[in-house]
């Protein structure tokens, strides 16, 4: 139940494509929801981060899409660039909890 | 802001040795700190969570004599790595937190170890 699956394991993108990014939890008390982004060799970086209040929050490029009653929850990427090409991790806790990640996802975005 | 750093970046060392890495919150004060572990290509491992100025909790299956945690400041942490050996050799990063009621961990670039 203390499980986030995230889906797909690997993602190729152009260019100028979206990037959608898939994670679904069980445990309903889960109420803190953020994305991090990892390059080779270097530390996560929080991308974005939502709660379960609300359903949809976007910054830039990125977009986090909630749906609470499925459990599950998207990171979306707008107009994909070659520097996007990370891993990129969804994570779960509740409240000021320790965070579980999800398994990654590693993005590559050919030119 | 919000920046952690760690020290060193890469270290090697001989079996049966013992190796130290520091975090450090830079421009906040840290009340949570976590140590985590990655292999090649895998998820981050949760290791443990320090509070400052008080023991380390340890996740399950994680040996405490091994993995030495000190949380005595608000803006660093040290893991000390017993003993160290191959099977020891991964990519150890730490996370920071600031205030209790913050959600938002902060992770420092990680130490490469390898153990000879």
């Known amino acids: 139940q203390q499980q986030v699956k995230q889906s797909p394991q690997s993602l190729i993108v152009q260019k100028g494509g979206i990037s959608i990014i898939n994670c679904a939890y069980e445990n309903t008390a889960f109420d803190y929801f953020p994305w991090y982004q990892q390059f080779p060799g270097k530390g996560p970086a929080l991308l974005i981060a939502i709660r379960p209040d609300v359903s949809e929050k976007k910054e830039g490029r990125f977009t986090i899409s909630f749906n609470k009653s499925a459990k599950q929850f998207s990171l979306h990427i707008m107009d994909s660039q070659p520097g996007d090409s990370a891993t990129y991790f969804c994570?779960?806790?509740?409240?000021?909890?320790?965070?579980?990640f999800g398994t990654g996802t590693r993005l590559q975005v050919f030119p | 802001g919000a920046v952690v750093s760690q020290h060193p970046s890469r270290v090697i060392c001989k079996s049966g040795t013992s190796v130290k890495i520091e975090c450090r919150s830079l421009?906040?004060?840290?009340?949570?700190m976590f140590w985590y572990r990655q292999f090649p290509k895998k998820s981050l491992m949760l290791m443990a969570t320090s509070n400052e100025g008080s023991k380390a909790t340890y996740e399950q299956g994680v040996e405490k004599d091994k993995f030495l945690i000190n949380h005595a400041s608000l803006t660093l942490s040290t893991l000390t790595v017993t003993s160290a050996h191959p099977e020891d050799s991964s990519f150890y990063i730490c996370s920071a937190r600031e205030g209790l009621r913050q959600e938002t961990q902060y992770f420092g670039p990680g130490t490469r170890l390898l153990v000879l």
């Open positions: 994570a779960a806790s509740m409240s000021t909890d320790k965070l579980i």
């Open positions: 421009d906040f004060q840290a009340t949570t």
